[in-house]
């Protein structure tokens, strides 16, 4: 596939790279709230001068198709916040020979923004990856990337990367786009949930639930949707595990093998993007997984979930 984001474009007066045509959708007055809410500073000093390849292709039927309205808004998201507080350089890209090892070995971390379907086949590409992140470097998933690398509609996946992820969505959304979720804090004194202050808060986003290969026995969970707080009709067809748990993650960290992933399912709405926050949230997942930023990734005992 060919690489599209190799020119610059001039949005207002600042130059940003063009990693995709799309950029142009955002309005002037949205990208103005974006560059409010994103932090100011970064979370840690970097140790070294990192990079981060972020990918937003969505595949289905072998064919690159348009994907979430988000796509354009997380991206700028995440350049303006590596721009602004100095944390990385991101590189966007959607072009897969970038998953070649000696191109792979030049970033510090990949994140998959809202990609979903099966990105590449090649088996020498998906063994890089799963090693580059083994090795010590990190993963990032922004909401559908917890459903890519997934063949519709018999749903078969690759489940090395679900383990690596940490889940697999495959049960429909229980609550829409438009809907209203509270979201619990899970962790308040952790530093990747230091933005919302311990604070419970609501917000309208289209919510996955997770199966296999999902278990809060491998994850660090940040935060939750409140099951109490949040309407639970069971005509949302949960999934039968999710139905007798009602364990619905937003966000997580886990380190697999030497190193670092972050996956939050918060981002299938633009208005994701310039609420402060969350972006703040993102912020400190992308350092955690590029190794600047300290944080505990041993999963929370049950009983903190109960409390």
């Not at 949005?11 to 974006?34: N, Y």
Request: charged content about 20%; some cysteine; proline content about 8%.
């Amino acid at each position: 596939m060919s690489n599209a984001y190799n020119v610059l474009l001039l949005i207002g007066f600042v130059t940003i790279p063009a990693w995709c045509a799309r950029a142009q959708e955002i309005p002037p007055e949205r990208r103005a709230l974006m560059e409010q809410a994103v932090p100011a500073k970064a979370f840690a000093k970097p140790v070294a001068p990192r990079r981060l390849l972020v990918v937003s292709l969505h595949v289905r039927d072998g064919k690159p198709v348009r994907g979430h309205e988000s796509i354009p808004y997380g991206n700028l998201a995440i350049d303006l916040m590596g721009r602004r507080t100095g944390a990385y350089e991101a590189v966007f890209s959607n072009d897969m020979d970038m998953f070649r090892p000696d191109k792979l070995r030049q970033f510090d971390a990949v994140c998959f923004n809202n990609t979903a379907g099966v990105l590449f086949e090649d088996a020498d590409r998906r063994k890089a990856l799963l090693e580059f992140v083994a090795g010590g470097k990190g993963l990032v998933g922004i909401h559908a990337a917890a459903a890519t690398f997934v063949q519709w509609p018999r749903y078969d996946q690759w489940p090395e990367f679900g383990e690596m992820l940490g889940a697999y969505e495959n049960g429909g959304h229980p609550w829409k786009p438009h809907e209203t979720i509270t979201i619990r804090v899970e962790d308040p004194s952790h530093p990747l949930t230091a933005p919302f202050n311990g604070r419970s808060f609501q917000i309208s986003d289209e919510v996955f639930q997770f199966q296999h290969p999902y278990s809060r026995q491998k994850l660090r969970i940040l935060l939750s949707i409140d099951t109490e707080r949040t309407d639970m009709n069971p005509a949302r067809r949960f999934l039968p595990e999710r139905a007798a748990d009602r364990d619905f993650p937003i966000s997580w960290i886990r380190v697999w093998h030497r190193g670092r992933v972050f996956y939050c399912s918060l981002g299938h709405n633009p208005h994701i993007f310039w609420n402060a926050p969350v972006l703040a949230h993102y912020l400190a997942g992308i350092q955690y997984c590029l190794g600047d930023l300290a944080a505990d990734a041993m999963p929370l005992p049950e009983s903190v979930r109960k409390n």
